[in-house]
C-alpha cells in the first residue's frame, strides 16, 4: 500500500527508517521529520524513507531535521519546500540547492550551505523569513523582496534595507531595473536637472543646514545620491530606489543576525527640519518595532513609506498602537527621529524583536482591550479617485497637550501634496495623543494642504470609545459651519491649495454642550478698529487653535495661533502689510466659530 502524509499531518521516523514494498507520499501541507544522517533520497536503500514503491515528497510540505549526530538534507528533498526546520544540536548541510518559501526555522543547531544555493523566496504571496532561535546559516543566501503592485502598479520610490552583510547598490540589480547614481546630485543647487537622474539614495540629516538644493524643501536636502554602484548599503541603514513594481530584488550574502546598532544623532540647525534618519529592519524576517527599546531622545512613532506612483507616495505613522501596525517586513526601510537637538542616541535593532511566524500578522497594537478613545478624520478628493490621508487624535492618561516623544507622531509631508494633520503649537502631527477630556469643550486645530484647489471631502472613519454624551464637531472657520461627527459622516468643502486655520476639532464631553460657548464668545474683544498697524485680541480664558483673516473675496490673507494654556493675555495681529480695506476675522472659541467685522486703514 502507500503511506500518505496529508495536509496538516506529521510523521516523525524517530531514527527508524521506513523500510518495506509500499509506496511513499508527503502530500502540500504535510510535516516529514527526519533523524537519519543521510537525509531523504527518491530511490534505494538509504535514508529515512527505503520503501521500494514509489517515493513522492511535495515542495510545497515542511522537512525537519532532528538528528543526534550531523546531518545532511539528502538528494530526495525537492528543490523547493514550503518550510524548512533544523532542531539537530550537531549541523545540517545542504545536499543540492534549495528555496524556502515561508519559514527557514533553526530551532537548535545550524545549517551549513555547503556552497549550495539557499534562496528565501519572496512572491505576491508572501516573503520566507528565517528564525535563529537556536542556530545559524553558515554561508551565504540568496534573500528576495517581491514589490507589490497593489498600491502602485507602476514605477515607484520604495524604501529597501540589506538583509545581509555584504550588499551593494549594483545587488539592487533586477531583471527589469538597473540602478542609477550620481553624485554630482549631491553638490548642485538645481539637482533636478542632474544627467543621468539617480533612481537609488540615501539619507543624511546633517545635509539640511549644508546642501545647495535650495529650491528643495528642507527634508528633501537630506537625499544623497551613492557615488558609485560598487558602494555598499550599510546594514541597518534605509535606501529609497525608484523601480518598477513587480520586480524581484535579490540580496545574497552572509545573513545579519544578533544585535545590531545604529548611531543616530540630530544637528542643531536648522532646529525645526533635523533629526530625520532612514534606518531599516536589518533582519531576513519581519520585525515588530513595538518590541524594541528605544533611548529617550528617540521619538517611539515610525513612518512607512507606501509608493503611489512615479515620483508620488504618503508616509504611513506609527506610535504607541496607533496608525495600524508597528511590523516592518523583510528589507524594508523607515523613517525614525531624534527629538532632542545635539543628542547621539543608540538605536540597537535585537533578535527579541523579530517575527518567527510567516504569513500576515494582525496590527500588533493593544487588541481587542484596547479603551483609549480614539477618532480617525480622512481626507480625499470627492470623487474618490485621488490619494487619501487620515489623522488619528486619541486620549490617553500621560499624554499632554504639547508634543509627546511616547504619545505623538509628526506629520512627514506626502509627495501627492494631500497632507492632513493637527497642530499642537509649532509641531505638526500625524498621530495626536491628549490627555484625557475634561469637563471643558477642547478644540484641535487642523492643518490642511491639497494638490490642486477643488472640492474634497472629509469622512469620519472611526470614533471609539467616547463615553456616552461626548460629542465631536469638524468646526470650518471660513464658513461658520460646524458639522456634527459620527462614524461615516461627510463634510464636502472647497479648498485652496492650503488651509492654515480654517479647520478645527471640537470635542465636547457630556458635561459641556455644545451651546455653553456662546457667553465667553460674546466676551472676546477686538480692539482697535479700525486698525492700522496691529490689532490685539482678548480672550476670557485660553482657547488654543488660530485666528484668521479674510479679505472681502473671502480669501485667507493672515493666521495667528492663540494660547491653549496659561493665564489669559492679549493677543497682537500685526496687519501692517495688508492693503487698507474692511476684512473678516474668523475665530474658534470652544468649538465654536466667531466672526468680527475688523477694518484696516
Known amino acids: 500500500g502507500t503511506l500518505t502524509v496529508q495536509d496538516g499531518g506529521e510523521l516523525r521516523t524517530a531514527c527508524q527508517p521506513l523500510t518495506g514494498p509500499g509506496n511513499f507520499l508527503l502530500q502540500a501541507g504535510g510535516t516529514l521529520t527526519i533523524c537519519d544522517p543521510a537525509g531523504i533520497a527518491a530511490t534505494g536503500l538509504v535514508g529515512a524513507v527505503q520503501l521500494t514503491g514509489t517515493r513522492s515528497f511535495s515542495p510545497d510540505a515542511t522537512y525537519g531535521y532532528d538528528g543526534t549526530q550531523a546531518q545532511v538534507t539528502g538528494p530526495g528533498l525537492p528543490a523547493q519546500v514550503r518550510s524548512l526546520a533544523v532542531a539537530n544540536g550537531q ?6 540547492p534549495v528555496a524556502v518559501a515561508q519559514v527557514l526555522r533553526l530551532s537548535s543547531g545550524n545549517l551549513v550551505t555547503g556552497g549550495q544555493s539557499l534562496t528565501l523566496l519572496s512572491s505576491a ?5 528565517v528564525d535563529n532561535t537556536g542556530g545559524v546559516v553558515l554561508g551565504a543566501a540568496t534573500v528576495q523582496r517581491y514589490v ?23 545587488g539592487l540589480t533586477t531583471a527589469g531595473f538597473v540602478p542609477v547614481v550620481n553624485a554630482a546630485y549631491n553638490s548642485t543647487p538645481s539637482p533636478g536637472q542632474v544627467t543621468p537622474f539617480p533612481t537609488v539614495y540615501g539619507y543624511d540629516q546633517s545635509r539640511l543646514a549644508t546642501s545647495p538644493a535650495t529650491a528643495y524643501s528642507f527634508f528633501d536636502r537630506g537625499w544623497v545620491s551613492p557615488a558609485a554602484l560598487s558602494d555598499a548599503l550599510a546594514v541597518g541603514q534605509g535606501y529609497t530606489v525608484n523601480l518598477p513594481a513587480g520586480e524581484t530584488v535579490q540580496f545574497t550574502g552572509p545573513l545579519n543576525n544578533g544585535s545590531i546598532v545604529q548611531s543616530l544623532g540630530r544637528a542643531l540647525a536648522p532646529a525645526q527640519e533635523t533629526g530625520w534618519h532612514l534606518v531599516g529592519n536589518p533582519y531576513p524576517s519581519p520585525l515588530d518595532w513595538s518590541r524594541l527599546n528605544r533611548p529617550a531622545t528617540l521619538d517611539d512613532a515610525l513612518y512607512v513609506a507606501e509608493s503611489t506612483g512615479p515620483y508620488t507616495g504618503q508616509y504611513r505613522a506609527y506610535v504607541n498602537g496607533m496608525g495600524g501596525t508597528p511590523l516592518v517586513g523583510t528589507g524594508q526601510g523607515f523613517f525614525v527621529r531624534v527629538n532632542t537637538a545635539g543628542a547621539t542616541p543608540a538605536l540597537t535593532f535585537t533578535n527579541a524583536a523579530r517575527l518567527t511566524t510567516f504569513g500576515s500578522e494582525p496590527a500588533l497594537g493593544r487588541g481587542p482591550a484596547d479603551t483609549r478613545p480614539v477618532l480617525r478624520l480622512t481626507l480625499r478628493d470627492t470623487l474618490g479617485t485621488g490619494p487619501a490621508d487620515a489623522l488619528y487624535v486619541y486620549f490617553e492618561a500621560g499624554a499632554t497637550a504639547g508634543r509627546d516623544a511616547r504619545y505623538d507622531a509628526e506629520k512627514l509631508p506626502n509627495s501627492t501634496g494631500l497632507n492632513l494633520a493637527s497642530t499642537a503649537g509649532p509641531a505638526v502631527l500625524a498621530i495626536n495623543g491628549l490627555p484625557p477630556l475634561s469637563a471643558q469643550a477642547l478644540t484641535v486645530p487642523l492643518a490642511v494642504a491639497v494638490p490642486q484647489a477643488g472640492p474634497y471631502v472629509f469622512t469620519l472613519t472611526q470614533a471609539d470609545h467616547f463615553a456616552p454624551g461626548t460629542t465631536v464637531y469638524l468646526v470650518d472657520a471660513l464658513t461658520g459651519r460646524r458639522q456634527r461627527l459620527t462614524p461615516g459622516t461627510r463634510y464636502a468643502c472647497t479648498l485652496a491649495a492650503t488651509a492654515p486655520g480654517r479647520f478645527a476639532l471640537a470635542f465636547y464631553p457630556a458635561a459641556a454642550t455644545a451651546t455653553a460657548a456662546p457667553g465667553l464668545a460674546r466676551q472676546v474683544q477686538v480692539f482697535p478698529n479700525p486698525a492700522a498697524d ?12 488660530q ?9 485667507m490673507v493672515l493666521t495667528q495661533l492663540l494660547p491653549a494654556t496659561g493665564p489669559p493675555a492679549p493677543v497682537s495681529v500685526d496687519v501692517r502689510h495688508l492693503p487698507p480695506g474692511v476684512y473678516q476675522l474668523h475665530l474658534l472659541v470652544e468649538g465654536q466659530p466667531l466672526v468680527h467685522r475688523v477694518v484696516v486703514e
Open 125 to 129: 504571496t508572501g516573503t520566507a523569513l
Open 91 to 96: 549541523t545540517l548541510a545542504l545536499s543540492q
Open 547 to 555: 485666528a484668521l483673516l479674510t479679505n472681502s473675496l473671502g480669501q
Open 534 to 545: 496691529y490689532v490685539t485680541l482678548v480672550l476670557p480664558r485660553p482657547t488654543g487653535g
Open 148 to 170: 507589490d503592485p497593489t498600491r502602485n502598479p507602476g514605477r515607484g520610490y520604495r524604501h529597501f534595507s540589506p538583509p545581509i552583510a555584504t550588499a551593494t547598490v549594483a
